[in-house]
Nanobody, 114 residues
Framework: QVQLVESGGGLVQPGGSLRLSCAASGFTFYTMSWYRQEPGKERTLVAR????????NYADSVKGRFTISRDNVKNMVYLQMNSLKPEDTAVYYC?????????WGQGTQVTVSS
């Protein structure tokens, strides 16, 4: 049974930090990603990490502020978010992909507001 469970979202002030976690079960060594979705908008890629963790990619809007990492022993993926801005407010989703399989978590809300 494949399962992705996100945690770590919440309310934070602009300039603050949060770390999102994604606990994965039922599979290993998939490409893992974080996406986000604002109300009424499409889900967009935030960051991606390769199965071994050697390659990462980021959306231009988060480069230099967010860091994706993974622990393949614990089957965890993380998104460290620093210097948060109000425009980072969204539901953040964990994704696991290896063709043709594509799995999603339930999402965690991140709100950046003073």
């Amino acid at each position: 049974q494949v399962q992705l469970v996100e945690s770590g979202g919440g309310l934070v002030q602009p300039g603050g930090s949060l770390r999102l976690s994604c606990a994965a079960s039922g599979f290993t060594f998939y490409t893992m990603s974080w996406y986000r979705q604002e109300p009424g908008k499409e889900r967009t890629l935030v960051a991606r990490i390769s199965p071994t963790g050697t390659t990462t990619n980021y959306a231009d809007s988060v480069k230099g502020r967010f860091t994706i990492s993974r622990d393949n022993v614990k089957n965890m993926v993380y998104l460290q978010m620093n210097s948060l801005k109000p425009e980072d407010t969204a539901v953040y989703y964990c994704n696991a992909f290896t063709f043709p399989y594509d799995y999603w978590g339930q999402g965690t809300q991140v709100t950046v507001s003073s």
